[in-house]
């Protein structure tokens, strides 16, 4: 509902109206180290962080190069906000010549061995109109196909910022748990497949971004110019769990199966017995309910 003419708009309100177009909610630095760590674990020099916001894991990058012999990494970033630009610019986490202030699609950006971040979820139509018109442009540059408008800008982040990335380089990116099962996305599953010589995702049961409703998952994507026809999905109980390596549950899964539609990576999450009655006694007992209504998701 929009506020009468002359009303005031609560801060609160204003607030979450802002984080809904620019997708500001900003990852935990322990998750952030840990992804840091492994892209530049292949000896990586160059990174890239396609929306850095307050900077989490331009912070994390240098945390981990100093960890590592050499203790260097050459960090570009992007951020749409200028106040969030300015901020983070001013306490010298960035190079301003290897930052860009301004939408991360409309960046030439340079080649680099590394991705990291964790782009803005922020569906197309609630995005500006030319990020929009760019988002579908970049989407349909990497896909050879037009991306579903019900979709959402992630998936062109993704796209675009692998493109930047060197043969044999590494990215690694926060993305909703939408990406599992999403029907805009499935170009995106054989994309990657075509693309990287080895993916995994990772899902932490216990939430990442405490302060928002949104499940997310952790992409790894390795070997850029490789191949793949899986992805190693890696189920932990904490975050704990995840910073420790230690899944509660691991699975292989088919990128055809996914890339399908056949929602291959929320099964992997059921237990074999309960996979077993739905494919058997449920399945034979019930009809989908998707063959007897239609589902809009969204809000009014
Ligand atoms: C989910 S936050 C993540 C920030 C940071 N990467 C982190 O993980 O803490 C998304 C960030 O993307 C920025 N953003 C939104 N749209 C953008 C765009 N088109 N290009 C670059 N940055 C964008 C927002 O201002 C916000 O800072």
């Known amino acids: 509902m929009s506020a009468l003419p002359g009303t005031i708009v609560p801060v609160a309100r204003r607030a979450v109206s802002f984080q809904r177009q620019t997708g500001a909610y900003y990852t935990c630095p322990e998750a952030a180290l840990a992804m840091a760590e492994w892209v530049l674990g292949n000896g990586a020099r160059t990174a890239l962080e396609?929306?850095?916001?307050?900077?989490?894991?331009?912070?994390?990058l240098r945390a981990a190069a100093e960890k590592r012999a050499g203790g260097e990494v050459e960090v570009f970033g992007a951020e749409l906000v200028a106040e969030t630009y300015d901020k983070a610019l001013s306490t010298c986490i960035l190079d301003p010549s290897h930052a860009h202030l301004g939408d991360f699609l409309a960046w030439d950006v340079p080649t680099v061995d590394a991705v990291i971040g964790n782009p803005p979820y922020v569906r197309l139509r609630n995005a500006a109109k030319d990020q929009c018109s760019r988002a579908l442009a970049v989407s349909a540059r990497e896909l050879g196909a037009p991306m579903e408008t019900g979709g959402s800008v992630w998936m062109p982040f993704v796209l675009h910022a692998a493109r930047a990335l060197a043969?044999?380089?590494?990215?690694a990116l926060v993305l909703p748990f939408d990406l599992t099962y999403v029907r805009y996305a499935r170009p995106l599953w054989r994309w990657l497949g075509a693309a990287f010589g080895g993916l995994r995702l990772a899902r932490v049961h216990q939430r990442i971004f405490p302060e928002i409703l949104q499940d997310v998952v952790v992409l790894y994507?390795?070997?850029?110019?490789?191949?793949?026809?899986?992805?190693?999905?890696?189920?932990?109980?904490?975050?704990?769990?995840?910073?420790?390596?230690?899944?509660?549950?691991?699975?292989?899964?088919?990128?055809?199966?996914?890339?399908?539609?056949?929602?291959?990576?929320?099964?992997?999450?059921?237990?074999?017995?309960l996979l077993a009655d739905l494919d058997g006694p449920l399945a034979r007992a019930s009809v989908p309910v998707r063959s007897r209504c239609a589902f809009n998701i969204g809000y009014v």
Not at 167 to 171: K, L, V
């Open 50 to 60: 396609p929306s850095f916001g307050d900077g989490a894991f331009v912070h994390a």
């Open 167 to 171: 043969s044999g380089g590494r990215m």
């Open 221 to 273: 994507a390795d070997r850029r110019g490789g191949q793949t026809d899986h992805v190693r999905f890696d189920a932990f109980a904490s975050v704990d769990d995840f910073l420790h390596g230690s899944p509660l549950h691991r699975s292989d899964v088919s990128i055809a199966a996914v890339g399908g539609g056949e929602r291959a990576l929320m099964r992997a999450l059921l237990p074999c017995e």
